[in-house]
């Protein structure tokens, strides 16, 4: 064979190993390409996994939680807190003592009486139900004890116990000048300066519950004679010549709270929902 022969052989061989490299190369690459689609299909199973885990923890969380909450509920006194039977007050209080005069018909020269104080007052009865557990009661801001009602046992103990109640005076004491400004802004449909004031009840278990009611006055019991008027009069009838209620007396919906130890400060835990 001519030394062309040759040159043509190994040219073919030299091509069939070329070609056998190249399909190994792409073999190769296909079999570590099927190897990372394997791992990460692996990974994605147990991230899934991992998650389903943690929302059926995270559910047996709720769950207990959820247990824990309506047991404390179960034990809860009845109570009923009333800030609608008894009618809101006005009273002139004494420049240089506490004495209080009430107001039944009255005006205010401006600016001679700005600083003469005006008490708006009413009273809150907490009373727990007939068969309850007792509950302790505590009260934050312009609220102090009143007269118990009559039949209670308690005196001024802050524990309350099935049956009885406690009369909390709620008071506002303003300025002249404050009364007649809260109506002047009123009038321009923005309901004024509010004052605010919590009730604070507990049961008596440790890992029990709290809950606070707000209380709200809003409003004023005088207002100008007439817009810009220099004279401010005492106006409580149920809708006053402004058109809205002078004095009223709100409740908030109580905010309870879960304890696994009052003691020690330490709260029922309330998970936060997954994503």
């Known amino acids: 064979m001519d030394a062309t022969g040759w040159a043509a052989?190994?040219?073919?061989?030299?091509?069939?190993?070329?070609?056998?490299?190249?399909?190994?190369?792409?073999r190769a690459a296909d079999a570590a390409r099927a190897t990372a689609n394997d791992a990460e299909e692996t990974l994605s199973l147990a991230r899934n996994s991992q998650a389903s885990t943690e929302r059926s923890v995270h559910y047996s969380q709720l769950v207990a939680l959820e247990a824990a909450r309506q047991r404390r509920d179960a034990r809860l006194p009845?109570?009923?807190?009333?800030?609608?039977?008894?009618?809101?007050?006005?009273?002139r209080v004494g420049v240089d003592g506490p004495e209080r005069e009430p107001l039944s018909d009255a005006s205010f020269r401006l600016?001679?009486?700005?600083?003469?104080?005006?008490?708006?007052?009413?009273?809150?009865?907490?009373?727990?139900?007939e068969g309850s557990p007792a509950v302790t009661l505590a009260y934050h801001g312009d609220l102090e004890p009143w007269a118990r009602t009559p039949g209670s046992?308690?005196?001024?103990?802050?524990t309350v116990a099935a049956g009885?109640?406690?009369?909390?005076?709620?008071?506002?004491?303003?300025?002249?000048?404050?009364w007649v400004a809260i109506a002047d802004v009123r009038e321009q449909g923005?309901?004024?300066?509010e004052?605010?004031?919590?009730?604070?009840?507990?049961?008596?278990?440790?890992?029990?519950?709290?809950?606070?009611?707000?209380?709200c006055m809003g409003g004023t019991p005088l207002h100008r004679r007439s817009p810009g008027d220099s004279l401010a009069v005492f106006d409580m009838s149920p809708t006053n010549a402004l058109g809205w209620l002078p004095v009223a007396v709100s409740l908030t919906?109580?905010?309870?709270?879960?304890?696994?130890?009052?003691?020690?400060?330490?709260?029922l835990p309330s998970p936060s929902p997954w994503s």
């Not at 009923?80 to 809101?88: F, R």
């Not at 600016?111 to 139900?129: F, W």
């Not at 046992?153 to 802050?158: I, R, V, Y």
């Not at 004052?195 to 209380?215: C, Q, T, W």
């Open 153 to 158: 046992t308690g005196g001024d103990s802050p």
């Open 111 to 129: 600016p001679d009486d700005n600083d003469q104080k005006v008490m708006a007052m009413t009273t809150v009865t907490v009373r727990v139900g």
């Open 9 to 26: 052989i190994a040219t073919g061989a030299s091509a069939v190993v070329v070609g056998y490299q190249s399909w190994q190369t792409k």
């Open 78 to 91: 009845s109570l009923h807190i009333d800030t609608s039977t008894n009618p809101v007050r006005v009273f």
């Open 190 to 193: 923005n309901p004024g300066p």
């Open 164 to 178: 009885e109640s406690r009369n909390l005076m709620f008071s506002t004491t303003r300025t002249v000048e404050e």
């Open 253 to 267: 919906p109580g905010q309870r709270r879960y304890f696994v130890s009052k003691v020690a400060n330490h709260e």
């Open 195 to 215: 004052n605010s004031a919590m009730v604070v009840l507990s049961d008596l278990f440790d890992d029990g519950v709290i809950d606070r009611y707000e209380l």
